[in-house]
Structures are given as structure tokens and as C-alpha cells.
């Protein structure tokens, strides 16, 4: 039953037919377990296959432990969004001097406070966000969009930064009509956002973010190629990883969570596309995202 529910795949190693986690086996009495099945082939010296071995790992203890963590991050990071929010509010009262007036460095003061505040909602708000993407309540809503004009739209909403770093950004588009996707735009603009935001946070000034669009009878593809600091190689295979942020990122820009990888990925992966991320250590990287056109029916 396994091997009919899950095709082969030919990236696995040599000798093995199928690798997966966490598959829900229901035993006696309804008990549940979570288990990691690796099925493989066996050959003689001849290379003729004799059959077939299935291992089965129970890891329905990884599985429970992991799902308490997502449930403290959710509740941990609800009961932190109100008190921020008030906070916010009251640094915002005493910017406009509502409680009086208040000399240059009271309000050097204030200002600090209020990007501290901002920058503590925006990781609250990730952390909500991959709550509900581990839970698989992140409603999607989706319908016909122009990835062109959101990717327009994107752009203007950083030009402020653009100009502070005097960052070069081409967008190259199809002279003709781009196909329309189908997607979620609140959900989609989020993944977009992380992904130039990073290619623009980690290019030095006076270099450049390239943007372009291609597609072919099925599938609409997205780049984006900066001239930034790059990601070294060993830790190219960490890059989706929650909370991870390479040792050069660190150092160029001490803030950030980590998070906006592995937010994006899960987004459009959700919309049935993938993400692909090409990269050498100070020459720049090329994120590449494909999503599928939307059907005429």
C-alpha cells in the first residue's frame, strides 16, 4: 500500500525506492503512531533484485515533542501581540508630543524605542505565521492575479530603501501580456516581500537587484539576482531552515530572525510552485521561484 501511495523518486540514493516521515499509521484500538519508512531495494552481486526491505522508525515521540514546541511558539507569541501593540501606541502618543513637549533627545530616545517595539511585532507576527503554517490553519484565499503588477507594486513600497542604499533595481518584464496566476496576493506579497527585502538588505550600497519574469505554456518563473554579500557554500543547505542565518548576514546586519526563508518556502510551495536558491560567497545570489499559470477553466 505504501509503494502505491508514493511515487519513486529518483534524487534518492542508489538501492532505495522511497524515504519518507512522519506517515500516520493507525494500529489497534485506533492508537496512532508517527513513523519514518525507508523502503530498499536488494540486489545480488549481479545487480538482479532479490526483493525488498522496510524499515519502519517510530518517531511519533519527535512528532508530540514538536508539536508542543509549535503550540508554546502560538501561544507564547499570542500573549506577546497585545502588550507590544500598547506599547507601540504609547511610543507613538509621545512622538507627536501628546503628553508634551520634549527635547531632541527625549525624542532620539523615543524614536529608538519605537523601532525596537516594531521590530519585536514583526517577529511576533513570523512566529505567528509559522504557527499556522505548521498547524495548516493558514487560510488561503486564491484567485486570478498579475504577479507582474504585484511585483510593481513591491518594488515602489521599497524605494525608500533603494534610495538609502542607492541600489540599483531593474525590472525586466515580457513586452506582452504576463499569463495570470492563481494565488493568495496577501499571502504570496509576504513571500515576496522576505525575498527582496533580503536581496536588498544584503547587497552593499551602490549595487544592484534584478528582477525578470518568464513563463512558458504551464509555468511562470520569477528571479531574483543581486550583487550582494552571497551564501557561503556548506550552509547553502541550511538556508530553509527556521531561525538560521548565515555567519556573513550576521555580520553585515546584526537584526533578523531567520524566519522569512522558511515563511516563503512554505507559501509557495503552498501555491504548488518551488523555490530555488543559487549563490556564491561575495559574488551575489539568484532566487528562483516557479508557480504555475492559471487555467482558462
Excluded: C
Amino acid at each position: 500500500d505504501v509503494m502505491e501511495n508514493y511515487a519513486y523518486k529518483p534524487e534518492l540514493p542508489k538501492g532505495v525506492l522511497l524515504e519518507r516521515n512522519e506517515l500516520l499509521l493507525l494500529g489497534k484500538e485506533k492508537k496512532e503512531a508517527y513513523v519514518n519508512v525507508i523502503i530498499g531495494e536488494i540486489e545480488d552481486g549481479d545487480q538482479v533484485n532479490v526483493g525488498r526491505i522496510i524499515t519502519l522508525h517510530d518517531i511519533s515521540r519527535d512528532q508530540l515533542i514538536q508539536q508542543m514546541k509549535t503550540d508554546f511558539v502560538s501561544v507564547a507569541a499570542h500573549q506577546l501581540r497585545t502588550p507590544l501593540t500598547v506599547i507601540k501606541w504609547v511610543f507613538s502618543l509621545f512622538s507627536k508630543e501628546a503628553a508634551g513637549k520634549m527635547s531632541p533627545a527625549q525624542k532620539e530616545l523615543i524614536k529608538k524605542g519605537q523601532f525596537s517595539t516594531q521590530r519585536m511585532i514583526t517577529l511576533v507576527n513570523d512566529l505567528l505565521d509559522i504557527s499556522r503554517l505548521e498547524e495548516g490553519k493558514y487560510d488561503f484565499i486564491f484567485k486570478k492575479i498579475s504577479i507582474g503588477e504585484l511585483i510593481e507594486k513591491w518594488i515602489k513600497a521599497k524605494e525608500d530603501r533603494t534610495k538609502e542604499k542607492n541600489i540599483k533595481v531593474i525590472f525586466e518584464k515580457p513586452k506582452e501580456n504576463v499569463p495570470a496566476i492563481k494565488a493568495d496576493e496577501e499571502k504570496l506579497s509576504l513571500a515576496f516581500q522576505n525575498l527582496i527585502e533580503n536581496a536588498l538588505n544584503y547587497t552593499h550600497k551602490g549595487g544592484q537587484v534584478k528582477i525578470s519574469i518568464k513563463y512558458n505554456r504551464e509555468i511562470l518563473t520569477v528571479e531574483i539576482e543581486d550583487t550582494g554579500i552571497g551564501i557561503p557554500k556548506q550552509q547553502l543547505g541550511m538556508l530553509f531552515t527556521k531561525f538560521f542565518r548565515g555567519e556573513n548576514a550576521i555580520k553585515l546586519q546584526t537584526d533578523g530572525s531567520g524566519l522569512g526563508l522558511f515563511i516563503a518556502k512554505n507559501i509557495i510551495e503552498s501555491h504548488k510552485g518551488n523555490i530555488k536558491i543559487e549563490s556564491e560567497e561575495g559574488r551575489g545570489t539568484k532566487i528562483t521561484v516557479s508557480l504555475p499559470i492559471a487555467k482558462d477553466r
